[in-house]
């Protein structure tokens, strides 16, 4: 059975780091690409992160691009997002997704929530000033 399972969030001060899980059951973790999305009250859903599994290469939205640093562990099957420096302003819900039969040619859609087939249920980030 597909399934996606985050873990990881939580409460922190700003300035503060969170390191967010994904589980990533049911695919050949080599061959897709897992994205970490949030979504805070009121927005729009917005692309964070993402890693080729294929290749390893990485994706970073503007909004964290040096704070923040995806990896994957393909024996544990795990997606890690690390987070530092974090402000209010990422305080949202964090979500996990798979995008199949990707390629280091769809690069430039990694953001195009529409394109990823499977979500997991979430993590919530808070963070306080």
């Known amino acids: 059975q597909d399934q996606l399972v985050e873990s990881g969030g939580g409460s922190v001060q700003d300035g503060g780091s969170l390191r967010l899980s994904c589980v990533v059951s049911g695919y050949t973790i080599s061959s897709i690409c897992i994205g970490w999305f949030r979504q805070a009250p009121g927005r729009e859903r917005e692309g964070i992160a993402a890693?080729?599994?294929?290749?390893?290469?990485?994706y970073y939205g503007d909004v964290v691009k040096g704070r923040a640093t995806i990896a994957q562990d393909s024996a544990k099957k795990t997606v890690t997002l690390q987070m530092d420096s974090l402000k209010p302003e990422d305080t949202a819900m964090y979500y996990c997704?798979?995008?199949?039969?990707?390629?280091?040619?769809?690069?430039?859609?990694?953001?195009?929530?529409?394109?990823?087939?499977?979500w997991g249920q979430g993590t919530q980030v808070t963070v306080s000033s």
């Open positions: 997704a798979v995008r199949e039969y990707f390629t280091i040619l769809d690069g430039g859609s990694w953001t195009d929530s529409g394109q990823y087939t499977y």
């Open positions: 890693i080729y599994s294929g290749q390893g290469t990485t």
